[in-house]
């Protein structure tokens, strides 16, 4: 099992910008990839960006491309999620979880991660 703290999360205004961080713990070798996913209120769980952290490979939401930027630091087993040019409808919990299924097709979908964070509020105004 892999522990997933989640943290950066906050209030900001349209146009700006949040990182968010997501320290892993626990039996990291068996991870494959980090996935970020956000809910919004009345909404279901989406995703929004991954990374491979063998190679590094990004994918990304639709909604996310251009905006967002994934990356991640092996040493220090965690990742993080850059969103600049925030929008109202980013406004969502988002999650960070673990990949375990070693198949960049599954990288979207939820129930290839096996472990989640508790989540961390981001809160875009207008």
């Known amino acids: 099992q892999v522990q997933l703290v989640e943290s950066g999360g906050g209030l900001v205004q349209a146009g700006g910008s949040l990182r968010l961080s997501c320290a892993a713990s626990g039996r990291t070798f068996s991870s494959y990839a980090m996935g970020w996913f956000r809910q919004a209120p009345g909404k279901e769980r989406e995703f929004v960006a991954a990374?491979?952290?063998?190679?590094?490979?990004?994918h990304y939401a639709d909604a996310a491309k251009g905006r967002f930027t994934i990356s991640r630091d092996n040493a220090k087993n965690t990742v993080y999620l850059k969103m600049n040019s925030l929008k109202p409808e980013d406004t969502a919990v988002y999650y960070c979880?673990?990949?375990?299924?070693?198949?960049?097709?599954?990288?979207?979908?939820?129930?290839?991660?096996?472990?989640w964070g508790q989540g961390t509020q981001v809160t875009v105004s207008s």
């Open positions: 979880a673990n990949n375990v299924v070693r198949n960049t097709a599954t990288v979207k979908r939820e129930y290839a991660y096996a472990d």
């Open positions: 990374i491979t952290w063998s190679f590094g490979s990004t």
